[in-house]
Every structure is written in structure tokens, then in C-alpha cells.
């Protein structure tokens, strides 16, 4: 006995016959000249028989294929987000029982692949097959072009890319300090997709007033990619006494986003005592003072500009 086998269309069938006569693929028990791939095109779900002939015996092999066509059908949607919310994207595609294939999914960022763990719902059924990417705190790195990919047992399909806009604060302090007489120096840099359209500093939950000739303030945008990056510095030059310690926040709205920063705390500090200029003798130890106010509690540094050895006291 030999084995005859026959790979016409991708499958193989063994026969153990004296001699191979005929080695043709049918349609629906009638022979089918064409080759197995332009038939996927063009049918849906169909039989095939292999038919055999040998010694004036004729048997058909039928087989059941079922040919899916896959498509996405639901496409992500573009979205903004502020930083440190959440956000879902889907995509859903052609629907098909689990049993007859293997479904899985992914998503890409700027065309790299995003962490799978991330896909926190595949599901796959006849009516369709769906993928959900969740972030659960969204961060201005993210921004980006996203896509989701399903496979259909290797052939894979991708969906339509979606542009996700993160905006938010990149910087803002939460403390800053001043001494009595100086000028307070506070800086705000946020990233939006927008240009910003009004940017509003507040003291105590009330808005600083333009004309105020204590406080300048000024606003600078670039562009980087596809966001805006807004900074705003605030200049308080009215700070005279002690007893103005206060909390500054930020309110800037774009066309799609609004924005408001954490409070900064802003302590100002009396100089109790301050050094005087003195005459010293070589060899001979001198004392000189310097004090500051808390809370919170102030580190004093000493600097020489001198070959002058120092020997702070506290």
C-alpha cells in the first residue's frame, strides 16, 4: 500500500490506495477547478468534497468550511482627558463563535505596543468581538495615537486611530517662601491641547485683579507634537509684612479642558536679626548673628567669600 497525499487546498488527506488517479477539489459534490484561495472570496460557508477515483471507484470527502470576513465594526472615539482621571477606549469587531476561532486583541501608542494589562476586557461572541483599553489615572505621557488590533487566528485587523489629548498640570509648587521686602517669584506649567483662552491667578479663593500694582503677571505658550504648553508666572512684589501668609492657585481654560491647580502654601518670613559689617582682630573669634521667622521652621545657611574658616553656632 502507499499513502498518497493531497494539499490542493491546505489540508491533507491520507489514502491508502494501490494508485491515485484523480486529485480534485468539489463544490458542493461538484468538482471545482479553481485554486482553494480565490475560493475563500467568494462564499461565505460552503462544502467542499474531496473526491477520489481510483480503480473505477469514485468517493467524495466532504468538509464543512465556514469563511469569515472580519471587519471592525465600532471604531475608538477621540477623547480629552485631565490628568489623573481615567479613560476607556473600544473597538469592537465581526462577531464569531469561540469554538471555531481563537480571538485575541491589542493596542498600540504611536504605533508601540501598549501594556496588555492595560486590556482589561476581550470578549468574544457570535454577535461580536470586543476590546476595552482603561487607564485608570491619566497622565500627560499618554497623549498620543492609539489603535486597537484584533487577530482572527492571524489575520489581523486594525482600527481606525483615535488621538487621545491628556491635559493638566506639569508643575506647580506646593510651598513656597518669601522674606519680608522681597518679591515672590511663583511659576505654573500646564499641557492641554488648546490653546489656553483665560488664565486667572487667585489669593485665598479670591481672583487677583489686572490692575493690582502689586502682583505682574505674564503667560508664555509653545507648541510641542500636537499639545500646548502654557506657563504663567506670577510676580508678588507687594510682600511687606509677616502677616501675609497666604495660598495662591491657578484656573486656566481651554476650548475642551479646564484646569485648576493644587493650592500653594506661601509662608513669609521676618529677619529678626540681620548681620551687621564689622572690624575684626586676626586670631581673634567674632560672633555674628543672624535670625529668622517660621513656621515652618527656616535653615540658615552661612556663605564666605573669603578664605574666612566659619563655624556656625545654632
Excluded at 469561540?98 to 504605533?111: E, L, Q, R
Excluded at 488621538?163 to 515672590?184: C, D, R
Excluded at 502654557?230 to 512684589?237: A, K, V
Amino acid at each position: 500500500m502507499s499513502r498518497c497525499y493531497f494539499r490542493r487546498c491546505y489540508f491533507r488527506q491520507y489514502v491508502h490506495v494501490d494508485k491515485c488517479i484523480l486529485q480534485r477539489w468539489g463544490r458542493n459534490a461538484s468538482t471545482h477547478t479553481d485554486d482553494f484561495p480565490a475560493a475563500l472570496g467568494t462564499f461565505s460557508t460552503d462544502t467542499f468534497s474531496c473526491r477520489l477515483s481510483f480503480d473505477g471507484d469514485v468517493i467524495d470527502k466532504p468538509h464543512s468550511l465556514k469563511v469569515i470576513s472580519p471587519v471592525i465594526t465600532v471604531n475608538p472615539s477621540s477623547t480629552d482627558v485631565i490628568t489623573g482621571s481615567s479613560f476607556a477606549l473600544t473597538c469592537k469587531g465581526t462577531g464569531v463563535v469561540p469554538s471555531d476561532m481563537t480571538v485575541t486583541s491589542f493596542w498600540t501608542k504611536d504605533n508601540a505596543n501598549v501594556n496588555p494589562t492595560l486590556i482589561t476586557d476581550t470578549s468574544v461572541t457570535e454577535p461580536e468581538v470586543k476590546s476595552t483599553l482603561t487607564v485608570s489615572f491619566m497622565q500627560s505621557s499618554l497623549s498620543g495615537e492609539y489603535k486597537c488590533g484584533l487577530n482572527y487566528g492571524g489575520a489581523i485587523i486594525y482600527s481606525q486611530p483615535t488621538t487621545i489629548n491628556v491635559a493638566g498640570v506639569l508643575s506647580f509648587p506646593t510651598h513656597a517662601l518669601v522674606v519680608v521686602g522681597q518679591a515672590l517669584t511663583i511659576s505654573i506649567v500646564t499641557v492641554s491641547d488648546t490653546s489656553a483662552k483665560t488664565t486667572s491667578w487667585y489669593k485665598n479663593n479670591a481672583a487677583l485683579s489686572p490692575s493690582d500694582p502689586s502682583y505682574s503677571i505674564t503667560t508664555v505658550e509653545t507648541t510641542e507634537s500636537l499639545s500646548k504648553i502654557t506657563t504663567s508666572t506670577l510676580i508678588w512684589t507687594g510682600v511687606a509684612i509677616s502677616n501675609q501668609d497666604a495660598t495662591l492657585h491657578v484656573e486656566i481654560s481651554t476650548d475642551t479642558s479646564f484646569l485648576k491647580s493644587i493650592n500653594s502654601l506661601v509662608n513669609v518670613l521676618e529677619v529678626y536679626t540681620q548681620p551687621q559689617d564689622y572690624r575684626i582682630l586676626r586670631r581673634i573669634d567674632t560672633y555674628v548673628y543672624c535670625s529668622f521667622e517660621g513656621p515652618p521652621q527656616p535653615s540658615i545657611t552661612w556663605l564666605s567669600h573669603t578664605s574666612l574658616t566659619l563655624r556656625v553656632l545654632k
